[in-house]
Structure formats: C-alpha cells, structure tokens
C-alpha cells in the first residue's frame, strides 16, 4: 500500500524562515521551520491521505494493522525528518539503550512529569542518527585530537592578553602524551582530560564565565595574535558562537569537537553518547524513534550537568563522516549497523533525457527497491513515480518534490521519473 503522509514543520527558534517552505512549495509563515518529522513517533506523527479509511496518522494506521503496516508487529523504529538549520542547534548528548532505559525508569519512579522542564527522558530508548547535507551544512561533531584544542585555548589566551581563565582552560585539557610506550594509558588521561575539562566549562564558576567573555572579545577584534594560530573556519565559527550565545560554556565545549563541513550528499554518522550540535544548512535526518535529548549548551532549555558527564564518551574520534555504499544504478545507502534505520536515496532520469546526462552521473532510468520492512519517502527534486508492479490492485503515486509516502512491506517498489528521492527503512540487523 502507498500512502501519501505529510506533517506541519516545528517552529523552532534554530530554523530557516524560508528553506522548508521552498521544498514543500508552500508559503513562507514569516516564522522559523526547523524540522519536518516523517514517521511515526508520538511526538508528532505524520498524518495520512483522507482516503485511508480510519486513520488520522500513520500511528493509527499501523495500530489498524500491525502486522501489514508495522515492522514485526510494532511501530516504526525510526524517524525520518528534514531539518532547515537557520541558527545552531543547542550543543548535545543522545543516550544509549541501556542509559535511556535506567534514566527512563529512574525518572518514572520518582514521578517527574513527562512534560517538566527538568525531565531528561521521555522514553527508554536509544537515539543513534544519520544526517545527509542537501545543501552545504556545518557541524560539531565528536572529540577531535586533544592537542588541537589545547594549542588553539593557548592562542586565545595569549589573544586575551594572558587570560588566566583561557590559561586554566588549556591546562585542563592536559599535554600531548608523547610516551609511544603507553598509548593506551595516554588515550585514557585524555578521556579523562576532556571529562575534567567539560565538567569545569559546564560547572558554572566565575573563571569558566570569564573563559567565555574573553574568547568572544579575542574573536571579535581583530588580532594578528590569532593569524595563522586557530583555523579560519574554527575562528569563524567561535565569532558565530559568542555572538548568539555570548555567555554561554557551550563555547568553551566547542573547541573540543570537530568542526564538519559537509559537501551535497555528504553524510555525518551520530552514535550514542557522542557529542554535537548542528551550525546550519538543510539535510536529510533519519535516527530512532526517540526524542532523548541531553543538552549542554547553545539552549534556554534545561541543562543537567551532571547527566551530561554521564551520558557522553569522551573518547577520540577519527572522523564524524559517514561512507556511502552504491548498492544498485542510481541508487546509494548509508547504514550504520544499527537495526532501526538505514538510508537510500534513489537519483532518477527520464530515458528521453538520457544523452543528456553528464558521464559518470549516477542517476538511472529505473530503480527497484526491496520492501522487506516499510518504507518512507520524501522527494527531494523533481517527480517520481512509485509503483509496485506486482500487486494484485494498483499500487502507483506520483510523487512530487516535498512530497512524501509510506510504503507498505510487501513485494518490491520500482522508481522513475526524473529527479531524487530519500528512502528511510530498518537497519541491516532487522532484515
């Protein structure tokens, strides 16, 4: 069965007053829209064509009939959304199934209201999450090298005029080990170097507030100090940073994490207890299903220190970028070996056009797609035609450009047309 589900952007203050409402082709509120949620997910579940007899969202509808509609009888394990980045997303930690699980259960017995502003779970489940940039997008992403930090904490320091709280900050994050011979216990000091560190920027002292202060008036004079000695992008992004949230010790986090810039179809990977925050650009999203957010900055909302330091791994990691597959013409995958989700998206052009088409692009005039488990689509550009050949009745939509379906598990969809389409569906482990 193909349905058409469509959702109402959020309206958050981070969001683009302009980006979704192109790609929906709908006008522009004069207000930010952030995320556009397609799935199933309590929060905020996609609603169904007025055709579908009884169901009012895809959680009623699956709930009609769990075993057509559900994945092994349930819900939907994932989440597929766009996001329109107009500001930074707040600096933040998802938890893993078994901390989810114990802090749901924690919070629940002492009665903490699911909708208190102090509530860090709202269910027990982990939140992995894959994004792919549709347009250039930025990021803080993970614990970069220790010594990249520490040396850019110098620079700031020297730029602040000796600043002894940028001094304090440089010396937390601890020296270079250079004893080749414990490698591995010099991977734990700076685990513990990066706790030590985030735990004094998240304490709320004075010197961590003076910190802050002096690398936004570093940042923002101009200071041959900094040439040469922090990145430009780095240095672009703490100037960014320091004007939106000037006393705020996501700042000084910051400069732990790697600073991504990812290209059209470029993909970032967010595992469990890794750290980061979104700077700006619209993308594709798909993760679990769960709204499990633990921030630690760049946010008025609730920030619990002390369940941060618990959640995150502090260990380093060598690169937030996440590889493509090609598993067919015209046709790519992103799995990260989590059983809730994995990502396609399908690149189409009409056989009319095919001279046309650039050598080396991947785009194909069909693509066939297993249905295993259900699917969800939105396209991206252009028009797709979707069809199940081999159904009893017709099964076929024509989907435009910020449009969206639910497929049905079943016999295999085909895809043509012209243009490109995203395609959300359960991870590898749940096949």
């Known amino acids: ?8 952007p959020r309206d958050y203050a981070w969001g683009s007053r302009d980006a979704l409402a192109e790609l929906l082709g709908t006008s522009p509120t004069g207000e930010p829209q952030a995320e556009l949620w397609l799935g199933a997910h309590p929060g905020g579940p996609a609603t169904v064509a007025k055709a579908v007899p009884g169901a009012r969202t895809l959680i009623d509808l699956i709930e009609s009939d769990p075993e057509r509609y559900g994945v092994d009888g349930a819900q939907l394990p994932f989440l597929l959304k766009v996001l329109a980045i107009g500001a930074p997303l707040s600096l933040q930690v998802h938890p893993d199934r078994a901390q989810a699980e114990a802090g749901f259960a924690a919070e629940e017995a002492a009665g903490v209201p699911r909708d208190a502003r102090e509530r860090n779970y709202g269910d027990p489940n982990h939140k992995p999450e894959l994004l792919v940039a549709l347009s250039e997008v930025a990021a803080l992403s993970g614990f970069r090298p220790i010594a990249d ?3 850019e904490l110098a620079a700031l320091a020297e730029a602040a005029g000796g600043s002894a709280a940028l001094h304090r900050a440089a010396e937390l994050c601890g020296a270079r080990w250079a004893d080749a011979g414990a490698a591995a216990d010099g991977a734990d000091r700076e685990r513990a170097d990066r706790r030590a560190y985030v735990e004094w920027a998240l304490g709320g002292s004075d010197e961590a507030a003076r910190a802050v202060c002096e690398i936004a008036a570093a940042v923002q004079a101009p200071s041959a100090e900094l040439g ?41 990977y967010l595992g469990a207890r890794q750290l980061h925050a979104y700077l700006g650009g619209i993308a594709v999203e798909v993760m679990a299903s769960s709204d499990n957010v633990l921030r630690a900055g760049f946010t008025e909302k609730y920030v619990d220190a002390d369940e941060v ?9 060598d690169d937030p970028r996440f590889p493509e597959r090609a598993v067919g013409p015209g046709l790519i995958e ?30 194909a ?12 689509l939105i396209v991206t550009s252009g028009r797709v035609r979707v069809e199940r050949p081999s159904a009893e009745f017709d099964e076929v939509a024509s989907v435009a450009r910020g449009q969206s379906l639910y497929v049905s598990a079943g016999a295999p969809i085909e895809l043509s047309g012209r243009g490109e389409a995203f395609i959300a569906t359960v991870g590898r482990a749940a096949a």
């Open 334 to 363: 992103w799995a990260p070996g989590v059983p809730d989700f994995r990502l396609l998206r399908a690149r189409l052009h009409d056989p009319a056009e095919s001279e046309s088409v650039p050598r080396g692009d991947d785009r």
């Open 309 to 317: 330091l618990a959640v995150v791994d502090f260990s380093e990691l």
């Open 149 to 151: 930090a520490r040396r």
């Open 228 to 268: 040469g000695r922090i990145d430009r992008e780095r240095l672009s992004v703490l100037r960014r940073l320091t004007v939106a949230y000037p006393d705020d010790p996501g700042v000084l986090v910051s400069l732990l994490l790697h600073l991504v810039r990812l290209e059209p179809g470029q993909a970032i």
């Open 1 to 8: 069965m193909l349905v058409f589900i469509e959702n109402t």
């Open 365 to 376: 005039e069909l693509v066939e797609l297993a249905a295993d488990y259900p699917l969800v």
